[in-house]
C-alpha cells in the first residue's frame, strides 16, 4: 500500500482484511491522518496518542454520533468524564469483574461477540453494561 492509497475506513469491509497495511502506511506515513472532509483526525503513534489522552484542553474525545449515545467515558471530557468514572468505579471492582467472567466467557465463546459486525459487538457490550447500571442515572 503506498501513501497515496491509504484510507482509514474501519467499517469498511475490505478495512478488515487490509488493516495491518492501512495502520502500518498511517503509522509510518501520515501520523496524524486527518480523514477527507476533516471530519476526524486519526493520531497512529503510541508517543502521539499519549500526549493526546493526556492533554483534554488541546484534544477532545467529543464525536458527533456520541450525541446518539448514552454517556460514554470514551466519548466525554473533563469533568463531565471524571464525574462519570467516579459513579462506576464503584462497579468495576476485582470482585465485580470476577462474578461475571463466566458470563462474558460464554459470551465471547457462544458468538456474541462477532468481530464480523463492529455494531453487534458493540450492541453485546451495551448488554452487559445494562447487567451492571439496570437504572441509568445521569451524573449531572
Known amino acids: 500500500m503506498s501513501s497515496s492509497e491509504v484510507r482509514y475506513d474501519p467499517w469498511a469491509a475490505e478495512f478488515q482484511t487490509e488493516l495491518w497495511d492501512v495502520y502500518r502506511t498511517m503509522r509510518d506515513e501520515h501520523p496524524v491522518y486527518r480523514a477527507p472532509g476533516g471530519e476526524f483526525f486519526a493520531l497512529t503513534r503510541f508517543a502521539d496518542v499519549w500526549a493526546a489522552a493526556a492533554d483534554h484542553e488541546t484534544f477532545s474525545s467529543r464525536v ?26 464503584g ?24 468481530m464480523r459486525s463492529p455494531r453487534t459487538t458493540v450492541a453485546s457490550f451495551n448488554m452487559i453494561m445494562l447487567q451492571l447500571f439496570p437504572v441509568w442515572s445521569s451524573p449531572e
Not at 458527533?64 to 468505579?89: F, G, M, W
Open 64 to 89: 458527533a454520533e456520541a450525541n446518539d449515545l448514552l454517556p460514554q467515558l470514551i466519548y466525554l471530557d473533563p469533568p463531565r468524564q471524571v464525574a462519570l468514572r467516579k459513579l462506576v468505579s
Open 91 to 114: 462497579v468495576f471492582t476485582p470482585r465485580r469483574v470476577a462474578a461475571m467472567e463466566d458470563s462474558i466467557r460464554f459470551d465471547a465463546r457462544s458468538g456474541t461477540f462477532s
